[in-house]
Structure formats: C-alpha cells, structure tokens
C-alpha cells in the first residue's frame, strides 16, 4: 500500500512558473516510478511526465519538454514537477501515480498502481 498526497496548486498566469510535489508513504520501497498526468474537464487524463524512483531517468509528454522538469528526492520520499512558461492549455488537474512494475511502461492510466487525489492548476491568460 502506496499513499499519494499532491500539494502546490492554484491560480497563476500565464508565462509564471508553479512547482507541483508528490509525497509518498506506506511501502515506498516498492516503487519503480513515479508518473504525474493531467486532465481537464471533459478530457481524458493525458500523461505529463515520469522519473524512475531511485535512477534518475526522465520521461516527458511532447506537449511539455522544455518547459517542466520532473524531479525527486528519496530522502523526503516527496517527486517534484517545475512547471515553468505555463499556458492556459495546462490548466487541469494534475494527479501523481506510483508505478510498482519494473518495465519499460509509463505512458498509460492502467501502468500505474497507486494515484494521489489530484491538485488543481490554472493558468490565466
């Protein structure tokens, strides 16, 4: 069991910077991953990022290279993502996803095993 609790949400505009953390609980050490994904109303929940828990790797959705960088720290058990030149498309809620499986799968709702209860961002034009 994998508690998730996102924090680090709210109103910014458009071009701002916000920084969103992922703090994880329970049986940490089971964790192969951590992914955080989006979704807007009426959208599908879309994949925004991922790290490997303990390796460092990145991953990113097209949408937002070079402008988040997904990070983390074990000592705090807590993932970070800088959201930097945000853009009112970004608006969404934004959830935290613990993946146990050591494989090469991380772009998917169903690849992950535990889910934070979301934290709100909105970008203002």
């Known amino acids: 069991q994998v508690q998730l609790v996102e924090s680090g949400g709210g109103l910014v505009q458009a071009g701002g910077s916000l920084r969103l953390s992922c703090a994880a609980s329970?049986?940490?050490?089971?964790?192969?991953?951590i992914g955080w994904f989006r979704q807007a109303p009426g959208k599908e929940r879309e994949f925004v990022a991922a790290?490997?828990?303990?390796?460092?790797?990145?991953a990113y959705a097209d949408s937002v290279k070079g402008r988040f960088t997904i990070s983390r720290d074990n000592a705090k058990n807590t993932m970070y993502l800088q959201m930097n030149s945000l853009k009112p498309e970004d608006t969404a809620v934004y959830y935290c996803?613990?993946?146990?499986?050591?494989?090469?799968?991380?772009?998917?709702?169903?690849?992950?095993?535990?889910w934070g209860q979301g934290t709100q961002v909105t970008v203002s034009s």
């Open positions: 996803a613990a993946k146990f499986g050591r494989d090469w799968a991380y772009t998917r709702r169903s690849d992950y095993d535990y």
């Open positions: 329970g049986r940490t050490l089971s964790i192969y991953a």
């Open positions: 790290i490997t828990w303990s390796g460092g790797g990145t």
